[in-house]
């Protein structure tokens, strides 16, 4: 007998029936013996369609009554998987994240989850109920509703295995598994039977959005056994995401992840001097813009240089404005900005012991005609900013030259 919490997505509740044969499958589990926790998605496109009907009345709606809104679809669907549950005899009880009480700071949107209170959860597991959590949510000390962010439900639910110290914790999607990258990119990629904490925080952080990356992290420093599965097809082996020493066998690279969310800016022609990059950045960081790849390039003509950097695209327009008025503080010549490139990121903790990857990469990139605009590397990555229009290429190409189609 285990205690296991499951996490189903949008795709997985997207219907009526789809919340049925979720309930069956949960009823399969407790069957076995197993005590379930259970922490669902909106059905899939709630979360976006209600984003829509807000922009409808307001441009920049208020980041707290966003959260009122958007926390309604999840509340949508775990009071249907109890139904469910309780139509095929089995007792289930459902509740909010304020119910539950799942603790977070006041960041609405994007709020980091403090404390989850587990006794309703255990009262309801000893009477021998399965639990429904809302993902996605949770409520500030001054009892604000908040949201964890998009995608937030992998962290509901890794967060509550966690807390009541569950066996496995499994997240249930429309893919079986973790795959070498983003199998709607690439058919042939391959899924993993492992993969390092670590290496999924890197794919997560760079742009796989299978798993939220706050999901890896708490998964990781708390160190639950974490595993992705598919809700539509039987595999129950997935890709279980552990401690490195658990992993017999280390690829150089493990993955590819792509990231469409990337948008440029540069400032050309700054006078090269010390300072630049405070006076450029700070007006930048002061608005709220996470800054993510930086490049200054080596002084040319006339004491000037290029600073270049890439943003997320919700935050280009704010940025380009800001870049604007610090073009014309510093006389710098011009601002030039582009929102069609793309990250690309080869990831591998193999790569620390291996020279030459990130030479082998720009090889393929180099055949393949596609122009690098920017590089970033750390000791388990390489990741280089390309058009958009050379993602597929890219991603498709440096997987075959890698063999990650190959066992
Ligand atoms: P859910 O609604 O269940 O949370 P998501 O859409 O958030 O599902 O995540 C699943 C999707 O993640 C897959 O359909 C796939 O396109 C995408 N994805 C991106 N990178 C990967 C990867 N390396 N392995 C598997 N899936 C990936
Ligand atoms: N419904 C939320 C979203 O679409 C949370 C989640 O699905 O994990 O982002
Ligand atoms: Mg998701």
Request: contains cysteine; hydrophobic residues 40%.
């Amino acid at each position: 007998m285990a205690l296991i919490v499951q996490k189903y997505g949008g795709t997985s509740v997207g219907s009526v029936e789809r919340i049925q044969a979720v309930a069956e499958k949960i009823k399969t589990f407790v069957a076995n013996g197993d005590k379930l926790v259970v922490s669902v998605s909106a059905m899939s496109g709630e979360t976006n369609r209600m984003t829509e009907l807000a922009q409808q009345i307001q441009d920049t709606p208020s980041l707290r009554e966003m959260d009122v809104l958007l926390t309604t679809g999840e509340q949508v669907t775990i009071s249907l998987l109890a139904m469910a549950l309780q139509q095929l005899g089995c007792e289930a009880i459902s509740y909010t994240g304020s119910q539950v009480r799942i603790t977070t700071d006041s960041a609405h949107g994007k709020a980091r989850i403090k404390s989850i209170d587990d006794h309703r959860i255990h009262a309801s597991l000893n009477a021998g109920k399965i639990v429904v959590v809302a993902g996605f949510q949770g409520v500030d000390e001054q009892g604000n509703i908040t949201t964890l962010g998009r995608g937030g439900s992998d962290t509901t639910a890794v967060a509550l295995a966690a807390a009541l110290k569950a066996d496995e914790c499994q997240i249930y999607t429309d893919v079986d598994g973790v795959y070498t990258t983003d199998p709607r990119i690439e058919p042939n990629a391959r899924k993993m039977n492992t993969v390092s904490y670590e290496e999924m925080l890197e794919m997560a952080s760079l742009g796989s959005k299978v798993l939220q990356i706050r999901s890896v992290e708490f998964a990781s420093k708390y160190k639950v056994p974490l595993r992705v599965l598919s809700s539509l097809i039987d595999n129950p082996i997935g890709t279980l995401i552990t401690s490195e020493e658990n992993i017999m066998e280390q690829a150089v690279i493990s993955g590819i992840a792509h990231n469409k969310d990337e948008a440029k800016l540069s400032l050309i022609g700054v006078p090269d001097e010390p300072g630049i990059a405070y006076k450029i950045l700070k007006p930048i960081s002061e608005a709220n813009i996470e800054v993510d790849m930086i490049v200054q390039s080596v002084s040319a003509r006339e004491g000037l240089t290029n600073f270049a950097f890439t943003v997320h695209r919700n935050d280009f327009d704010r940025a380009q404005t800001i870049l604007q008025s610090i073009c014309n503080e510093l006389e710098a010549k011009a601002v030039q900005s582009d929102d069609k490139v793309v990250k690309v990121s080869l990831v591998g903790i193999g790569m620390r012991s291996h020279a030459g990857i990130a030479a082998q990469m720009f090889e393929v990139l180099h055949q393949e005609n596609v122009n690098i605009q920017m590089i970033s590397t750390s000791e388990i990555k390489i990741s280089v900013v390309i058009g958009e229009k050379y993602l597929e290429l890219a991603v498709r190409s440096l997987h075959a030259a890698f063999g990650l189609d190959k066992e």
